[in-house]
């Protein structure tokens, strides 16, 4: 098993362009999760989806947009980068809820907005 | 709402030495609560997890944690740190749906740990 990959591992943007990091889990979850992580903030929930088809806002969704066509598959979108998006953005997912199931995570994706 | 806060941002501490990395939680009832560990330029991984069994939780690489509900606590513990303990450190916590919980963690700001020879 991959367990959870994330693509691309790097990428700088340029103030208003637009991107999708795509998310891929082989251990059939239902849970899935995008986080980003701020030198001193921990890790902050953007959106999460309880399964296909289905999607919530965490925390901080503002500026994100996100999609779970396939089981296996959660998209993070950017429709207009902001410096302030410049973050590591990590993918996870979990067999069911959180509290009973351990979240397994993706190695990041590292954004930078110029 | 359940939160984290984990007493402070950077610990040292020499190869040999008792590893101790502070947690808090707050929360009206009681929580589930988890420490993770992430390795420079990796994601995070589950350590362990307390979610109302026993008190004293043993987690990989001889990590342990004990749940104290009148400290309102879950502090990290290693006898004797290693090298390749370095690294930086999350406590997080939830609630079971059940008791009005939701499919989410909340993370602690994150302890790092340096470990010197």
């Known amino acids: 098993n991959a367990g959870v990959t994330q693509t691309p591992k790097f990428r700088v943007l340029k103030t208003g362009q637009s991107m999708t990091l795509l998310c891929a889990q082989d251990m059939n979850h239902e849970y899935m999760y995008w986080y980003r992580q701020d030198p001193g903030m921990g890790l902050r929930l953007i959106h999460y989806s309880v399964g296909e088809g289905t999607t919530a806002k965490g925390e901080v969704p503002d500026g994100y947009n996100v999609s779970r066509l396939k089981k296996q598959n959660f998209l993070l979108g950017l429709e207009s980068a902001a410096p302030s998006q410049t973050s590591v953005y990590f993918c996870?997912?979990?067999?069911?809820?959180?509290?009973?199931?351990?979240?397994?995570f993706g190695p990041g994706t590292r954004l930078t907005v110029t | 709402a359940q939160s984290v806060t984990q007493l402070g941002s950077h610990v040292s501490v020499s190869e040999g030495a008792l590893v101790l990395l502070r947690c808090n939680y707050s929360?009206?009832?009681?929580?589930?609560l988890f420490w993770y560990v992430q390795y420079p330029n990796q994601g995070l991984q589950l350590l362990l997890k307390?979610?109302?069994?026993?008190?004293l939780v043993k987690g990989i690489n001889g990590f342990e944690a004990e749940f104290k509900k009148s400290e309102t606590s879950f502090h990290l513990t290693k006898p004797s740190a290693h090298m390749s303990d370095a690294a930086e450190y999350f406590c997080a916590v939830t609630l079971s749906v059940y008791l009005g919980g939701s499919e989410k963690l909340v993370f602690g700001k994150g302890t790092k740990l340096t470990v010197n020879p």
């Open positions: 929360s009206s009832v009681p929580p589930y």
């Open positions: 307390y979610t109302s069994a026993a008190t």
């Open positions: 996870a997912s979990s067999y069911h809820a959180a509290s009973a199931y351990e979240q397994y």
